[in-house]
T-cell receptor
């Protein structure tokens, strides 16, 4: 078996701050994803990457950057945190597109 | 564009009650349909999947049927337990595509 590790688990930022979330997987999966989860809005795709150094925008990419420098890691940057923003960011990886393996999430709060 | 709709934001049941979570989809062709479950403090995990080839998915007592006529993919379980309390997401994905489209989720709360 494998595991997806997201760091940090909790992230508190200030308005306008640049914040980086990290994700590591040891499944050796090619494809990795970043989803944002808001209460009542489900999971929305921010970025995904089908291989090392590849980046594809999802529906919610504005305000975010991503980086996939190694097959095992995928990072997400909030370019300018919005005041009172609160959401959970979920990283996932897959070898078959139907079955995504998710991490436990990073919970973001912006003061 | 393609979408999945879950109208029930929250469902509260007692143990041994019958579970029915509504999901409808809107697509131009026939994708693979999925149900994911998210337990507290964890990420979502695949519960079951159904394609047009097999028509019905069953896992851990949960089942869902691919209904092209009503474009629905409802999740059912005959008798829920307190441990089934979680958020359930309906989703769809196309073969050879990377993007999984999720519904808004239904929070199931089972009372002991």
């Amino acid at each position: 078996g494998g595991i997806i590790t997201q760091t940090p688990k909790f992230l508190i930022g200030q308005e306008g701050q640049k914040l980086t979330l990290k994700c590591q997987q040891n499944f050796n999966h090619d494809t990795m994803y970043w989803y944002r989860q808001d209460s009542g809005k489900g999971l929305r795709l921010i970025y995904y990457s089908i291989t090392e150094n590849d980046l594809q925008k999802g529906d919610l990419s504005e305000g975010y950057d991503a980086s996939r420098e190694k097959k095992s890691s995928f990072s997400l940057t909030v370019t300018s945190a919005q005041k009172n923003e609160m959401a959970v960011f979920l990283c996932a990886s897959s070898i078959i597109n139907e079955r995504l393996f998710f991490g436990h999430g990073t919970k973001l709060s912006v003061l | 564009g393609d979408s999945v709709t879950q109208k029930q934001g929250q469902v509260t049941l007692s143990e041994d009650d019958f579970l029915f979570i509504n999901c409808t989809y809107s697509t131009t062709t026939y994708p693979t349909l999925l149900w994911y479950v998210q337990y507290p403090g964890q990420g979502p995990q695949l519960l079951l999947k159904v394609t047009t080839a097999n028509n019905k998915g069953i896992s851990r007592g949960f089942e869902a049927t691919y209904d092209k006529g009503t474009t629905s993919f409802h999740l059912q379980k005959a008798s829920v337990q307190e441990s089934d309390s979680a958020v359930y997401f309906c989703a769809l994905v196309y073969t050879n595509a990377y993007k999984v489209i999720f519904g808004k989720g239904t929070h199931l709360h089972v009372l002991p």
